[in-house]
C-alpha cells in the first residue's frame, strides 16, 4: 500500500521561478517527515525536515510547509536554479519507531531550465 | 561523514542466479536498509536490521532475504533472481532514523536477463 502520495511526477521549471511539490499521507502516527534529494548516478541525500509541531520550516531557498489537518506537505523551492535539477522524495515515519523507517512518495524528476 | 559504499555500481544476471548485493557503512550505525527504486514507484523498503542478527521485512520482502552478521556490513540476497527483480536497489543506514536521517549509499543497478 502506498501510504505517501507525491505529485507531479515530472515537473519543469523556468530558473528564477518557484517549484512546489506536494504530498499527502494517510497514517496520521507519522510525525517525521523529511525530503531527500537525489541527483543522478548518486543516492538519495537528505535535504531538509519537518515535524508536524510546526506548520513551516525554511533553509535557504528550501521551504517545508506542513497542513496536519489536511495530512499533507509541500516543498517549495525559491529562486529555482539549473542546479536544483534533481529527483525529489518526500518521506515520512513515526518518531515512536526506533529504526526511523521511512515510508518514501514516488518522487518527482525537477528540471530547471536556463 | 558517514559512507554507505555498495560493492557494484552494475550487475547483469541470468534469471535463476543466486544473487548477493553487499552494502557497507563506516558509521557504527545501528540501522541499516534496502529499498529497490523503481520509476513511478518510489523508494520501496525491502527489509531492514536495526541490530546485528536482527532483521525484519519490509513492504515488498518477497524473493529476497537479508544478512547481517557484523554491524558495518547489509547484504542483500536475491535467492533465485528474476527479470521483474531488474531494478536500482539502494543500501542506506542511520544512527537515529529520525534525528539524523538517512545515509545512502550510490546505488546498484541490477539487470536480470
Known amino acids: 500500500q502506498q501510504q ?5 511526477q515530472s515537473l519543469i521549471v523556468q530558473k528564477g521561478g518557484i517549484s512546489i511539490i506536494n504530498c499527502a499521507y494517510e ?4 510525525d517525521y517527515f523529511p525530503w531527500y534529494q537525489q541527483f543522478p548516478g548518486k543516492g538519495p541525500a537528505l535535504l531538509i525536515a519537518i515535524r508536524p509541531d510546526v506548520s513551516e520550516k525554511k533553509e535557504g531557498r528550501f521551504t517545508i510547509s506542513f497542513n496536519k489537518s489536511a495530512k499533507q506537505f509541500s516543498l517549495h523551492i525559491m529562486d529555482s536554479q539549473p542546479g536544483d535539477s534533481a529527483t525529489y522524495f518526500c518521506a515520512a515515519s513515526r518518531g515512536s519507531s526506533n529504526t526511523g523507517k521511512l515510508i518514501f512518495g514516488q518522487g518527482t524528476t525537477l528540471q530547471v531550465k536556463p | 561523514d558517514v559512507k554507505v559504499t555498495q560493492s557494484s555500481r552494475y550487475l547483469v544476471k541470468r534469471t535463476g542466479e543466486k ?9 557504527d550505525h545501528e540501522n541499516m536498509f534496502w529499498y529497490r527504486q523503481d520509476p ?3 523508494l520501496r523498503l525491502i527489509y531492514f536490521s536495526y541490530d546485528v542478527k ?19 556490513r547489509f547484504s542483500l540476497i536475491l535467492e533465485s533472481a528474476s527479470t521483474n527483480q531488474t531494478s536500482m536497489y539502494l543500501c542506506a543506514s ?11 549509499g550510490s546505488g546498484t543497478r541490477l539487470t536480470v536477463v
Not at chain 2, 19 to 27: A, G, K, N, R, Y
Not at chain 2, 54 to 72: A, L, Q, T, W
Open chain 2, 40 to 42: 513511478g514507484l518510489g
Open chain 2, 19 to 27: 544473487v548477493f548485493l553487499e552494502c557497507v557503512q563506516d558509521m
Open chain 1, 4 to 8: 505517501v502520495k507525491q505529485s507531479p
Open chain 2, 94 to 104: 542511520s544512527l537515529d532514523g529520525i534525528n539524523y536521517g538517512y545515509t545512502f
Open chain 1, 27 to 30: 497514517n496520521t502516527a507519522f
Open chain 2, 54 to 72: 536482527m532483521k525484519e521485512k519490509g513492504d515488498i520482502p518477497e524473493g529476497y532475504s537479508v544478512s547481517r552478521e557484523k554491524k558495518e
